[in-house]
């Protein structure tokens, strides 16, 4: 019969994952770093949106900010939670490279219709 290895108590495993107050300290201050870096981002992109409407001459500025902030999340997120940025540096690359390559594929798609789109629409007038 094979046992269920959650209920084994003594194992190396559940002996080993115990950490002091301090190291749980640490960990618990990195929670709350990590929580308020991604939320000042969040309510920066927000304010942005409530407050420069689509048509001013910021708007340009507003959506590039918008991509660039959410690739900063997007690679924040990577480093800490997937715990990539404790990994060595010759693998974070391999692993973002292809990411990093495609999301700027799509940018320039999404750049290059866009423009399509509105040469279009100059020459047809409407």
Do not use: C
């Not at 201050?29 to 048509?55: D, F, H, P, W």
């Not at 910021?58 to 902030?69: E, Y």
């Amino acid at each position: 019969m094979l046992e269920r290895d959650d209920l084994i108590v003594n194992d190396s495993y559940s002996i080993n994952a115990a950490h002091s107050e301090e190291e749980g300290k640490v960990i618990r201050k990195n929670i709350i770093r990590v929580t308020i870096i991604l939320s000042v981002i969040t309510a920066i992109e927000v304010l942005m949106g409530i407050y420069i409407k689509q048509g001013t001459n910021l708007w340009p500025f507003v959506k590039w900010s918008f991509i660039v902030m959410t690739l900063i999340k997007a690679a924040y997120i990577v480093a800490v939670f997937m715990h990539l940025a404790d990994e060595r540096k010759t693998l974070r690359y391999m692993i973002l490279a292809p990411y990093t390559i495609f999301a700027l594929y799509l940018i320039f798609v999404g750049i290059t219709e866009s423009n399509a789109i509105n040469a279009i629409r100059l020459i047809y007038g409407q």
